[in-house]
């Protein structure tokens, strides 16, 4: 009983302690028998709390002396504690009786046992009325810590709502850049509208004072030309000498007029681009926004993105298929045009057999194919259904546009007469395309979906050539406003700045007879080098990336899917004709 005991306790300190535990006064004769009474009288022989209905047989049937007093009278009457448990040894659940000094344990009966050769164990009943604990610091310390506590719970709480209220922040953050971005493409568009109207305004009163000088000088030569043809007729030998001597100097004259008004070059279309810092943005994708954390720490928000340095691939082959004469064609097919439309389906054409056929990702023939009337040069893809297709050598001056529908049936929309022979052809941008020339002094021109020619800026170097077939073809890098023009005899791929104004030849062992060129990934070019039977990857800036054998004779024709993953690739080789497809993947250092 004397570990249930503490004399003179302090039931405020006591309930402080233990939590919701209380002191009672309860009969003990009744606790053995599992009932709770309250004790109202104590016996200080016996050491013993009894309840009225217990303290008669306490009195008559336990021998000795009994001094019965009432609880309340006695002030310093014991009380007893519920501990909780804490009276409790943790191994063998008795109650605890001991202190080993040696080990600071407390000791049940169980463990005098194992503690039994220790120096001092002692009796906590004895060492307790002469050591008092110091209960009161404790307490203050458990305070303290219970202070520390709710001071770390106020905290989380605290950064739980400024987690709500960033993401409430950065949300905000974001629309208000976004509202920024608007007005500023705004204003810019705005600006470059009124630049635009400012230009026509110049251009077309310079074409106006370009048609009235012609218009004059055609009605001089209507006069002249009437009076010629009178002398000519009826007009005696010394009046035809005589108007013959005359005409020399006006004609001299009304040469000079024309051929000054030739040199006037008036521009018929215009055209955007846009800085590399726009075209970074777009690159970048949702990699343009980060997340910063409260230590300054920055976490990607986007798990895989491009990266906006070009960087080397690997191609792996898919599909190789050989392209023999069969059916109804007439001569071994040559394709000579390649590209790929939005949803995967490949588009070529063949210029041997006149025919524009539709391809799965198998290089399996999609439904019936385009029969052209002439031989087709190349094709590029201009929307999600509509292709367009140059007309190739021959003397054929004309842009077919096709429409490819779902089902796979290809019509002719529309046939543009030009004023050159076009070869290879490929997007500048929705509505213009830029193509290579035939038997024309410019390398490289400019053709809207509307069928209007332009040139590029004279600023720009081209080689001082008049290229004829499969002798250069041309690509356009959008991102980087660079057209990149293939010359298959020199051996070299010129890279063509066209906002800077900036030109770069590139030569290289690994490029021999350059053929067909296409962007590749990133701010790249991929080429296909004839002579090594290759595909040369290059930065815009001329630096080669890699080079990728392959498994054709003399490959030519050349495109890269609109997701830049996959890749496909023609020969021109007799006898061995061949169509490659490849998963491109970034190449793993």
Do not use: W
């Amino acid at each position: 009983m004397a570990s249930r005991i503490f004399r003179g306790s302090n039931k405020d300190n006591a309930g402080d302690f233990i939590g919701e535990s209380t002191v009672t006064q309860s009969c003990e004769p009744c606790m053995k028998t599992n009932i709770s009474k309250t004790a109202t009288v104590f016996c200080k022989d016996c050491d013993e709390f009894l309840c009225d209905t217990c303290k008669n047989p306490h009195t008559v049937y336990k021998p000795g002396q009994h001094n019965i007093v009432n609880v309340p009278e006695n002030k310093s009457a014991p009380v007893i504690l519920d501990m909780k448990g804490f009276d409790k040894c943790h191994e063998h659940a008795r109650e605890i009786v001991f202190f080993c000094q040696d080990h600071s344990k407390l000791c049940c009966l169980s463990c005098v046992l194992i503690h039994r050769k220790c120096d001092q164990l002692d009796e906590i009943a004895k060492v307790s009325t002469q050591t008092r604990p110091d209960l009161q610091g404790i307490k203050q310390s458990l305070i303290k810590l219970q202070s520390e506590a709710d001071a770390i719970i106020a905290d989380c709480e605290q950064s739980e709502t400024g987690l709500n209220e960033s993401i409430a922040k950065i949300s905000s953050e974001v629309e208000t850049m976004k509202d920024r971005i608007i007005q500023l493409f705004e204003g810019a568009k705005q600006k470059l509208i009124s630049e635009a109207k400012q230009f026509k305004t110049a251009e077309v009163k310079r074409i106006g004072n370009k048609r009235d000088a012609s218009l004059k000088v055609k009605e001089v030569l209507n006069n002249v030309l009437s009076m010629c043809c009178v002398v000519l007729d009826r007009g005696t030998p010394s009046q035809q000498y005589i108007y013959s001597e005359q005409m020399k100097e006006k004609q001299k004259t009304i040469e000079s007029t024309i051929d000054d008004q030739r040199k006037i070059k008036c521009s018929s279309t215009m055209t955007v681009s846009f800085s590399k810092q726009v075209t970074s943005l777009l690159e970048m994708g949702s990699n343009s926004i980060k997340l910063n954390y409260a230590d300054n720490k920055t976490v990607n928000t986007s798990l895989l993105s491009l990266s906006p340095q070009p960087m080397p691939v690997t191609l792996e082959l898919l599909v190789s298929v050989d392209l023999p004469q069969t059916g109804d064609d007439k001569k071994e097919p040559l394709l000579t045009g390649l590209d790929f439309l939005p949803d995967g389906r490949l588009v070529a054409v063949d210029n041997k057999n006149m025919k524009c056929i539709i391809l799965n990702e198998r290089l399996q023939r999609l439904g019936t194919p385009y029969k052209f009337k002439n031989n087709p040069g190349s094709v590029v893809c201009v929307s999600h259904d509509t292709l367009c297709v140059t007309g190739g050598g021959g003397g054929i001056k004309v842009v077919y546009l096709l429409s490819v529908s779902t089902d796979n049936t290809i019509t002719l929309t529309r046939e543009i007469n030009t004023t050159s022979k076009f070869d290879s052809i490929c997007c500048m941008s929705p509505s213009h395309m830029v193509v290579s020339t035939l038997d024309d002094p410019r390398p490289a021109r400019m053709v809207s979906v509307d069928g209007v020619e332009s040139d590029f800026d004279h600023f720009l170097t081209f080689p001082m050539k008049t290229y004829k077939v499969d002798e250069s073809k041309c690509t356009y890098v959008q991102s980087k406003n660079t057209l990149v023009l293939t010359d298959r005899l020199a051996h070299t791929v010129y890279m063509n700045d066209t906002v800077n104004r900036t030109s770069r030849a590139v030569t290289n062992e690994n490029i021999q007879e350059p053929r067909g060129a296409c962007p590749g990934p990133g701010y790249t070019v991929l080429v296909c080098s004839k002579d090594n039977d290759s595909i040369v990857h290059l930065t815009i800036h001329g630096k080669i990336l890699g080079t990728y054998p392959v498994d054709m004779r003399y490959p030519r024709s050349i495109c890269v899917s609109k997701d830049d993953t996959r890749l496909a690739v023609s020969n021109s080789a007799e006898g061995t004709k061949k169509l490659h497809l490849y998963k491109i993947s970034p190449a793993i250092n």
